[in-house]
């Protein structure tokens, strides 16, 4: 019986010890016999050492261990010496010369794999131009460079500018031997969670292809529908197969949408239990430190547009939190977007449901302070929706805005967003589950927050401060349900009004289509 490769990340492990495994070897020859230089992208838990240690079997010539797999009978398997470098184990926030000292432990670590020695250990940059051109000269042939979670010294400092700017410096200095060693070098691929600017990280790589959004190797990661649906055929059973593809699949990075490995693998093991198993493994506290420093409405992460450039331009000094947010996995792209100039624009949209519901009620946390009350409001609302309890829906919504702590005021929480009061409700409503579309473009304006559920459709419109024209006046006034008649659900339009002294909901009105 075949074993789930939960946490395994070494490739000959998987095969020889009967684990399942989805074969990606197309892609490995592919970038072996197109190219030399490569970077990738993916977030955390996605696969990349796994697929790292393959490259590494591959190069090492053990042919053997991919009897039946695609790459089997169309590559030689000569072998290579292979340099392998993870800054994957530690946390580089503790101690600023840990970036350092883990360098010396990995150049140590290949000088033992392969046979050598350095001079001098501590000169690390120039050891690792010994450890290259040594390795060559011993075997005689070209060397494999395979790097993996190459930015974490950085995103382990990333809301501490200083410490990050240090890592970047350290790693610079390291990664330009590359560089200057081409002769010497067969293959180079660099993996990592972000993609920090090669002119600043990779001075002097500017033949480093970037493969993250090229749709040819979209699915060089992660698990497409069709893998989950053959290779693991004998463990879906009686699953709720589309319940399980709202809850998981949807990273979009141009090809067929993806499952995080971890997720399913977890969720085949727990006997089909439906949890957020990705999510917990991370700490997204920077994202909170991220939207303290930056004026963000939060609703407009929601199929939010960002420019090709926006998502290169991505360093310690700047980090645009669209970008962060899908390079970490919280958002994922939605649609490409070409103009007649053939630029690109991309919209992001959050993957799925469990981030969904994990990303929004961090959002809860941060906005309301309510971390404990959440659960009972959440359950709250969605009752009152439910049971098309309007009157109970708003009620809750007052409750919500009354118990919000004084602090979060004082402290300007409010000031930094202009759509304070909807930034609540939306990540609420989110947190649920609901389809949630803010800014909803219609043919005569835009509607605040259009929420669908499966058997109706609410438009809401908010005012603050506003005494004279109420909110649902203008939604009738611009007729905005009239894009959503043919959808044969119930369709209700809410107006709500906020006093900014009260802070809270001070009137309403509910009418249904």
């Known amino acids: 019986m075949k074993k789930l490769p939960i946490g395994i990340q070494t490739f000959s492990e998987i095969i020889q010890e009967n684990y399942y495994y989805v074969d990606k070897t197309e892609f490995a020859y592919k970038l072996i016999t197109r190219g030399k230089y490569y970077f990738l992208s993916r977030p955390r838990r996605f696969g990349k050492s796994l697929f790292l240690d393959t490259l590494a079997e591959i190069f090492s010539g053990n042919k053997e261990l991919f009897k039946r797999l695609y790459i089997y009978d169309k590559y030689d398997f000569s072998p290579h010496p292979v340099i392998r470098i993870s800054f994957g184990s530690g946390d580089y926030s503790l101690d600023e010369n840990q970036t350092i000292d883990e360098i010396k432990h990995i150049l140590e670590d290949n000088l033992d794999a392969l046979g050598l020695e350095c001079k001098d250990i501590g000169d690390f940059k120039n050891c690792f131009k010994q450890l ?13 460079i395979l790097i993996d979670e190459y930015d974490k010294p950085i995103l382990d400092n990333i809301t501490n500018q200083d410490k990050a700017i240090k890592a970047r410096s350290i790693l ?16 180079v691929f660099i993996t990592g969670v972000s993609k920090f600017s090669k002119l600043n990280l990779f001075s002097g790589l500017n033949n480093l292809e970037d493969i993250t959004i090229n749709k040819e190797y979209a699915e060089i990661c992660g698990y497409t529908h069709d893998d989950l649906l053959i290779v693991f055929k004998d463990k879906i ?14 990273y979009n990075y141009l090809g067929k949408p993806l499952y995080n490995p971890f997720d399913i693998l977890l969720f085949l093991s727990s006997g089909h239990d439906f949890r957020n198993y990705w999510w917990q493994t991370g700490n997204p506290s920077f994202l909170i430190e991220k939207l303290k420093e930056e004026n963000c409405y939060i609703p407009e992460l929601e199929n939010a547009l960002i420019s090709e ?7 310690v000094e700047y980090i645009d939190l669209r970008a962060l947010l899908w390079q970490t996995g919280y958002l ?42 959440k659960t009972r409001y959440e359950f709250n609302i969605k009752n009152a929706l439910k049971e098309n309890d309007f009157e109970s829906f708003i009620n809750h919504l007052k409750t919500i805005f009354a118990t919000i702590p004084y602090t979060n005021y004082a402290n300007n929480i409010i000031s930094k967003y202009e759509g304070y009061y909807n930034s609540v409700i939306f990540v609420y409503l989110m947190a649920l589950g609901y389809e949630v579309i803010p800014e909803d473009i219609t043919n005569k304006g835009r509607i605040d927050l259009t929420i669908k559920t499966k058997d109706k459709i609410l438009i809401i419109e908010f005012k603050v401060d506003v005494e004279k024209e109420k909110p649902i006046y203008q939604i009738k006034q611009r007729r905005y349900f009239e894009k959503y008649l043919s959808e044969n659900k119930e369709v209700y339009l ?10 809270n909901i001070v009137d309403y009105e509910i009418e249904k289509i």
Do not use: C
């Open 132 to 144: 290259i051109r040594k390795a060559h000269l011993k075997y005689n042939q070209r060397v494999v």
């Open 237 to 250: 059973n009686k699953v709720n197969i589309d319940l399980v593809k709202k809850w998981y699949n949807g």
């Open 172 to 187: 610079k200095n390291f990664y330009s031997i590359i560089k200057d060693n081409d002769r010497y070098i067969k293959f």
């Open 494 to 503: 809410i107006g709500i009004s906020f006093n900014s002294e009260e802070r």
């Open 332 to 373: 994922t792209i939605n649609d490409k977007l070409t103009d007649d100039t053939g630029s690109n624009m991309y919209r992001l949209s959050v993957p799925n449901l469990e981030v969904q519901f994990s990303l929004n009620r961090l959002f809860i946390d941060y906005l309301t302070n309510q971390r404990i009350e």
């Open 309 to 315: 450039e926006a998502l290169e331009a991505f360093d």
